[in-house]
């Protein structure tokens, strides 16, 4: 899609409700609904994160969507692909901030560049104990990407068409941190396995974006 085309779509949706976990939950395996109410009171001491879902044009001004593979460390979301951002730290004035300027932080984009559209609906993520909070950004110019190479391993452009397109929503087996060999739902994007919070993010972002379009 056109990135001015994809500014009038967006510019509606302050309007529209978040479905919310009715969008997040076709994106869950089948043990996550039953662990999320057995952790209700690890959801109230959970770390705060803010990540960013952030949409710009390309060269050619067509509409894009930014997600990052993580480097490969001794953890949790190891070599895992998800959207910009991190953990509200004591300098931040709210989670959005935290969002934006872990952006920049590890994939260059200028702060003064971003502008955030809507808030989504949280995500509490078991392994790591972080509630994470994700917004829907634009940057109205191409970035210049500039990877945090500690904590970034690649920076992965994925087309909005590509994205909204059913035909990527794929069945993976994956390792996860509850048991072995899970078969889950996942978004195939760029040839990246994208499943977790963040496909439950996605899966959100996809609901409302197909309202709009």
């Known amino acids: 899609m056109n990135f001015d085309e994809f500014l009038i ?10 479905p919310a976990q009715a969008s997040q939950f076709k994106m869950v395996p089948p043990f996550r609904q039953e ?16 990540v960013l879902a952030l949409f710009y044009p390309d060269v050619n001004q067509m509409t894009h969507l930014v997600l990052i593979l993580r480097k490969t460390y001794h953890g949790v979301h190891s070599a895992q692909v998800g959207f910009p951002g991190g953990k509200l730290e004591a300098h931040d004035v709210s989670l959005e901030a935290a969002a934006i300027r872990e952006t ?7 702060i003064k560049k971003i502008e955030v559209v809507k808030a989504l609906t949280e995500v509490y993520i078991p ?6 909070h994700p917004f ?3 940057s109205k110019t191409t970035p210049q990407f500039i990877k945090q190479d500690d904590e970034v391993e690649a920076i992965i452009e994925v087309k ?22 899970v078969e889950v739902p996942a978004f195939k994007l760029n040839n990246y396995v994208v499943w977790g919070a963040t496909a439950m993010m996605l899966s959100e972002i996809k609901d409302l974006l197909k309202q709009l379009m």
């Open 9 to 18: 779509s967006i510019s509606k949706i302050k309007n529209i409700p978040l």
């Open 35 to 50: 662990l999320l109410k057995q952790q209700e009171h690890a959801i109230k001491t959970a770390k705060r994160a803010g």
């Open 104 to 110: 920049f932080e590890e994939v260059g984009v200028p």
């Open 127 to 132: 392994p790591s104990n972080f509630y994470v």
């Open 136 to 138: 829907i950004g634009i």
């Open 160 to 181: 909005l068409n590509h994205f909204l397109d059913d035909a990527n929503i794929i069945t993976e087996i994956v390792n996860t941190s509850y048991s072995v060999d």
